[in-house]
């Protein structure tokens, strides 16, 4: 039997949202400067996609956190080394030139496989300590450090900090507590509530909260946007809430059932869509669109152009045809010594 029966549908209907708004958000980076509408899409995308993301990835990390199933740990750095290969030799292909390479520094795609693993790992060594102080001192930690203006994409750190508290939150609630205390028609309501008013705001006040933006990211210090204010902590304390609060509305919105779906399916194969998406994305837009100047017949409906480049690379990373691959990436044959009693 196969085990994509034995998944919750609901969480990888989630999942098949947050991938695909992954693929448009990227997709929007490219035009959020010359477009407002995609600025104000790109700004409620970056609010919660990831962060929701990490507190997902947390609920379902527990077996191999509490097993220290370290092959399922490590294939997180194999998954990390292979999207930056791909994406270092899409760039060199469309440039014509060889792009920089940092293999311990990442601002784009692979960070989050290397934070899968750093949380994975942090977690482990936190196992020891009570639950409710590791959760307070990483968000303590993660409000601090948005004063210091090294802490930025080496190994990583700066979004290993700001999210743990995310994925931490996961790794501490159980699935099925979570769907069900969402799943109520206050919930529901509730969530519809909170996403337009997110909307609405980001819309009214777009011009005002735009640079914001480099906040939710999880990559940049407060420096970044607010030089010098001392009360930039507040703007964090606000960003966690509002991801808080989308992140819910969105469990709370996105339908299940036992019935699989071909959005279900496609979301339970957000790991190689994740892997690959920007490789075509940088294959598409460096070659086809920059030589054709596709969009250029679209500047009317910029956001419908967009979407549309956003579902076929979703379906063209989605396709069973990278099943193998990524099968062999996430199941390292790793072979640790046995403990001698």
């Not at 290397?114 to 482990?124: D, G, M, N, P, R």
């Not at 579902?311 to 099943?323: G, Q, R, S």
């Given at each position: 039997?196969?085990?994509?029966?034995?998944r919750?549908?609901?969480?990888?209907?989630?999942?098949?949202?947050?991938?695909?708004?992954?693929?448009?958000?990227?997709?929007?980076?490219?035009?959020?400067?010359?477009?407002?509408?995609?600025?104000?899409?790109?700004?409620?995308?970056?609010?919660?996609?990831?962060?929701?993301?990490?507190?997902?990835?947390?609920?379902?990390?527990?077996?191999?956190?509490?097993?220290?199933?370290?092959?399922?740990?490590?294939?997180?750095?194999v998954?990390?080394?292979?999207?930056?290969?791909?994406?270092?030799?899409?760039?060199?292909?469309?440039?014509?030139?060889?792009?920089?390479?940092?293999?311990?520094?990442?601002?784009?795609?692979?960070?989050?496989?290397?934070?899968?693993?750093?949380?994975?790992?942090?977690?482990?060594?936190?196992?020891?300590?009570?639950?409710?102080y590791?959760?307070?001192?990483?968000?303590?930690?993660?409000?601090?450090?948005?004063?210091?203006?090294?802490?930025?994409?080496?190994?990583?750190?700066?979004?290993?900090?700001?999210?743990?508290?995310?994925?931490?939150?996961?790794?501490?609630?159980?699935?099925?507590?979570?769907?069900?205390?969402l799943?109520?028609?206050?919930?529901?309501?509730?969530?519809a509530?909170?996403?337009?008013?997110?909307?609405?705001v980001?819309i009214?006040?777009?011009?005002?909260?735009?640079?914001?933006?480099?906040?939710?990211?999880?990559?940049?210090?407060?420096?970044?946007?607010?030089?010098?204010?001392?009360?930039?902590?507040?703007?964090?304390?606000?960003?966690?809430?509002?991801?808080?609060?989308?992140?819910?509305?969105?469990?709370?919105?996105?339908?299940?059932?036992?019935?699989?779906?071909?959005?279900?399916?496609?979301?339970?194969?957000?790991v190689?869509?994740?892997?690959?998406?920007?490789?075509?994305?940088?294959?598409?837009?460096?070659?086809?669109?920059?030589?054709?100047?596709?969009?250029?017949?679209?500047?009317?409906?910029?956001?419908?152009?967009?979407?549309?480049?956003?579902?076929?690379?979703?379906?063209?990373?989605?396709?069973?045809?990278?099943?193998?691959?990524?099968?062999?990436?996430?199941?390292?044959?790793?072979?640790?010594?046995?403990?001698?009693?």
């Amino acid at each position: 039997m196969s085990s994509v029966k034995t998944r919750d549908v609901k969480w990888d209907n989630i999942k098949f949202v947050l991938i695909f708004l992954v693929v448009l958000g990227h997709i929007a980076d490219i035009y959020a400067d010359i477009s407002v509408a995609t600025g104000i899409l790109r700004f409620v995308i970056y609010t919660f996609h990831m962060p929701l993301f990490i507190f997902i990835s947390g609920l379902f990390g527990k077996t191999n956190i509490r097993e220290k199933r370290w092959n399922k740990i490590f294939s997180y750095l194999v998954l990390y080394l292979f999207i930056k290969v791909i994406d270092f030799a899409a760039k060199w292909v469309v440039n014509g030139t060889k792009p920089a390479f940092h293999l311990f520094s990442d601002g784009s795609v692979p960070w989050y496989a290397f934070c899968l693993f750093a949380f994975s790992v942090i977690t482990i060594a936190a196992e020891r300590f009570d639950r409710k102080y590791v959760f307070v001192f990483s968000l303590i930690l993660a409000v601090i450090a948005g004063y210091d203006n090294e802490i930025r994409d080496f190994l990583c750190l700066s979004r290993i900090i700001v999210y743990f508290p995310f994925y931490y939150a996961g790794y501490c609630l159980e699935a099925d507590k979570v769907k069900e205390k969402l799943s109520g028609k206050k919930s529901k309501i509730a969530g519809a509530v909170i996403i337009a008013v997110t909307v609405a705001v980001t819309i009214i006040f777009y011009d005002q909260i735009k640079d914001v933006k480099f906040l939710f990211t999880g990559r940049n210090p407060y420096g970044i946007f607010r030089p010098g204010c001392p009360y930039a902590f507040l703007v964090r304390i606000a960003c966690y809430i509002v991801s808080t609060l989308m992140g819910a509305a969105v469990i709370a919105l996105v339908p299940g059932g036992e019935k699989r779906t071909v959005f279900s399916d496609i979301g339970a194969k957000s790991v190689q869509i994740y892997a690959l998406h920007f490789f075509f994305k940088i294959i598409y837009f460096g070659l086809l669109n920059n030589t054709f100047r596709i969009d250029s017949h679209f500047t009317s409906i910029l956001l419908v152009y967009e979407i549309i480049i956003a579902v076929v690379l979703t379906v063209i990373c989605a396709l069973p045809f990278w099943k193998g691959l990524f099968s062999r990436l996430m199941n390292v044959p790793l072979r640790l010594p046995e403990r001698k009693e």
